[in-house]
């Protein structure tokens, strides 16, 4: 079960994409991801919770990547935010080196 932070991360993103996007309402949203009319208000409201289908399928409506929608801005370390979107780029065969060079910084910074 997601905490308290995280849920209320997700209603705060949302909230703030619907405002973003003066053309979407919540029913236009709640219709547009297969959902009943009220879904997207009862979300915020705190008398729903997503399922992962249609957090995914909010995303898509926006067009970005599911996580963003949980992602804090206030709090989250925007280097990591940075870092992280740099390894979502790159090759997939590229990944293991990356992943070993970290784990080498992290033992020489332990060390």
């Known amino acids: 079960m997601p905490s308290k932070k995280t849920i209320h991360t997700f209603r705060q993103n949302l909230t703030e994409l619907l405002n973003e996007d003066s053309l979407t ?10 959902a009943s009319d009220s879904y997207i208000r009862k979300i915020l409201n705190d008398d729903a919770s997503p399922s992962l289908d249609k957090i995914d399928d909010i995303s ?3 067009d970005i990547d599911s996580w963003k929608l949980f992602y804090d801005a206030d709090s989250d370390d925007n280097d990591s935010l ?7 780029r790159m090759p997939s065969d590229m ?10 910084l992290i033992e020489k910074e332990n060390d």
Do not use: C, D, H, Q
């Open 25 to 34: 309402s919540m029913r236009n949203l709640s219709t547009s991801i297969g």
């Open 60 to 62: 898509e409506f926006f």
């Open 82 to 88: 940075a870092i992280l979107e740099m390894i979502r």
């Open 95 to 104: 990944l293991p080196l990356v992943k070993k060079y970290l784990e080498y």
